[in-house]
């Protein structure tokens, strides 16, 4: 595995454990008020997508 894939796929592990751990301390009738934390790790995974893009095109090209 190359170095830049190990450090995504190092961050994109992090970020879903995050979630994770949120959602097992929030309380279900509570979670109208978390928009904010799903809404945040939906732009985390947006941006990181936009990374693999990026890192895609750049090795494609050389």
Do not use: H, Q
């Not at 959602?23 to 997508?49: D, Q």
């Amino acid at each position: 595995m190359k170095n830049d894939e190990f450090w995504l796929t190092l961050v994109i592990v992090m970020v879903w454990a995050g979630l994770a751990a949120v959602y097992a301390f929030v309380p279900s009738l509570g979670m109208p008020g978390y928009v904010r934390v799903w809404g945040g790790g939906a732009i985390v995974f947006l941006l990181l997508a936009g990374m693999l893009f990026a890192v895609g095109r750049k090795a494609r090209r050389g």
